[in-house]
């Protein structure tokens, strides 16, 4: 008889744990599924030559090409030259023929990179005086 109380509840401690994690994965599952996607309003503001500005939205796909400080048609690599690849709610510098192209390390910027770093994120190529920013909705 001493057995029964012990077998209940081990069998209470194993429902419980089971019913911890279907829980946690139903949490999970609906986060994801929930959660705004990267690029969800938000857009990409280039600033080029003195002081112009393209505004582009996070979910349009494009590449975006400045030439000695104006917007061209194609790459050529003459020139001062930056390629801006935006792709998938993500902007990266895919191309640019500046010295030591510091501009193309900085890496691909979205909405979530942008809220790691205060609301704000830049990629700068600040010898042809190019540069990329997220600008959420909230913004």
């Known amino acids: 008889m001493e057995h029964e109380p012990k077998k209940n509840r081990i069998r209470i401690n194993l429902l419980l744990a089971l019913g911890a994690l279907l829980f946690a994965a139903a949490t999970i599952v609906l986060w994801f ?8 309003g938000g857009s990409f503001v280039i600033r080029y030559g003195n002081g112009e500005t393209l505004t582009v939205p996070a979910d349009e796909t494009r ?10 048609d194609e790459a050529t690599g003459e020139g001062d030259e930056n ?3 935006i792709e998938n709610g993500e902007a990266w510098m ?4 500046c010295p030591h192209r510091e501009c193309m390390k900085q890496g691909r910027m979205n909405e979530e990179t ?5 609301s704000v ?3 700068v190529c600040a010898p042809h005086r190019v540069s990329i920013e997220y600008v959420g909705n909230g913004k």
Not at 33 to 40: N, Q, S, V, Y
Not at 94 to 97: K, Q, S, V
């Open 114 to 118: 942008a809220n790691r770093v205060m």
């Open 121 to 123: 994120m830049w990629i």
């Open 83 to 85: 390629v801006i690849r």
């Open 33 to 40: 599924l929930l959660r705004p996607k990267p690029g969800a």
């Open 94 to 97: 895919e191309e640019a023929n």
């Open 63 to 72: 590449t975006v090409v400045i030439r000695d400080g104006k917007l061209v």
